[in-house]
């Protein structure tokens, strides 16, 4: 445990390092702690060793430690702390007409990157807890079909494709039936099991060359089971990253390998998660920083941003929450505009 005075000063040199970047010694912090320079430096002491803080090179100021920012962030901070020039740059984001999701979370990504300076990360409800709302398929002309599908939270996926010789506009017809009679509905996890077990016996029956149907079939929806990682500031994490740059530059270009990253750190019930990267390999001296946010009546999306250990957490983590709260705000007016009978313009 630590005295009042001590948490206070531990506070200070987190706040003061994150403005400056320069070792904090007892002398800066006179001004606002009520106490002796001697008794300051009793209590800095006290703080070095329980790891909270350390020294920087020969200086005779402290910088606060990985376990001392841990701290700060779990028993500190107050999330309402965001200033009117954020809240009004947030606001002004997200101001306009905006009629898909992918323009929403885009939205969200950029402002969070502009405002934390850091590599900011949105993702939708977990694919495999999506659900098959609508399937349709039209026909472009004699032999290019455009394959529409509507997850549950509005994500709208196509796929262009050239009809197989085998296959009639009739054929197609029997084919968006069979979608709609047994994956209409379904979450995405199921109909990854209906692919492999009911389609393929179902098909037999209603075509004649069933290779090409079952072809269609992966070719269609093997989309269906990837998520979609939305990006901004991709290069941002090289503007404090040191080490092993060369992996973190394959970490970075690789959506599916953050996105695993972010789910294992999101993995549970909590709706912020705080990780240290002190001695993972390839995020070493880095923290990732993930806030849930409500999509209205379908689930859990999460913002996440990525950087330094030393990073503002105030800051940060209130506008985190900021945004987060802003994109429900958006999302409750988006699906009224849905369930008005509209539609979500795919690009």
């Known amino acids: 445990m630590i005295t009042e005075r001590q948490r206070q000063i531990l506070n200070l040199i987190v706040s003061l ?10 002398k800066s912090l006179l001004d606002s702690i009520q106490a002796s320079s001697a008794t300051i430096r009793n209590d800095m002491k006290a703080l070095e060793n329980l ?9 005779s100021g402290r910088v606060p430690s990985v376990s001392g920012y841990k701290y700060f962030v779990e028993n500190v901070i107050k999330l309402d702390q965001f200033s009117q020039n954020d809240l009004f740059k947030v606001m ?40 098959l709302v609508s399937f349709e398929m039209v026909m472009l002309d004699s032999h ?36 709609k009679e047994r994956m209409v509905g379904k979450k995405v996890i199921d109909i990854h099991y209906i692919l492999r077990t009911e389609i393929p016996q179902i098909v037999q029956r209603y075509f004649k060359v069933t290779s090409e149907v079952l072809g269609l079939f992966e070719s269609i929806f093997s989309d269906l089971f990837v998520e979609h990682l939305t990006v901004a500031g991709r290069k941002n994490i090289f503007d404090y990253a040191t080490d092993n740059l060369g992996e973190l530059y394959k970490l970075f270009s690789d959506d599916q390998r953050m996105l695993q990253e972010i789910r294992e750190l999101t993995n549970n019930d909590e709706m912020r998660a705080v990780k240290f990267e002190n001695d993972e390999k390839y ?16 689930g859990l999306g999460t913002l996440t941003v990525v950087g330094p250990v030393e990073m503002d957490y105030q800051r940060t983590l209130s506008t985190l929450d900021l945004v987060a709260k802003v994109i429900t705000m958006k999302l409750s007016d988006y699906y009224r505009y849905l369930d008005g009978n509209h539609y979500e313009i795919s690009k």
């Open 92 to 131: 002004k984001a997200f101001d306009g007409e905006l009629y898909r999701l992918t323009d929403l979370f885009e939205t969200g990504a950029k402002i969070l990157s502009e405002l934390t300076g850091l590599t900011s990360f949105v993702l939708n409800v977990p694919q495999k807890d999506q659900e």
């Open 17 to 26: 390092y994150a403005k400056d970047h320069t070792p904090i010694g007892s």
């Open 144 to 179: 290019s079909v455009l394959a529409v599908i509507t997850l549950g939270t509005g994500e709208v996926r196509t796929n262009q494709f050239i009809l197989p010789k085998s296959m009639t506009e009739a054929d197609i017809g029997v084919f968006t039936n069979l979608v």
């Open 283 to 298: 995020m070493k001296n880095l923290t990732i920083i993930s806030q849930k946010f409500v999509i209205p009546y379908r």
């Open 51 to 59: 790891g909270l803080i350390q020294k920087e090179h020969s200086s």
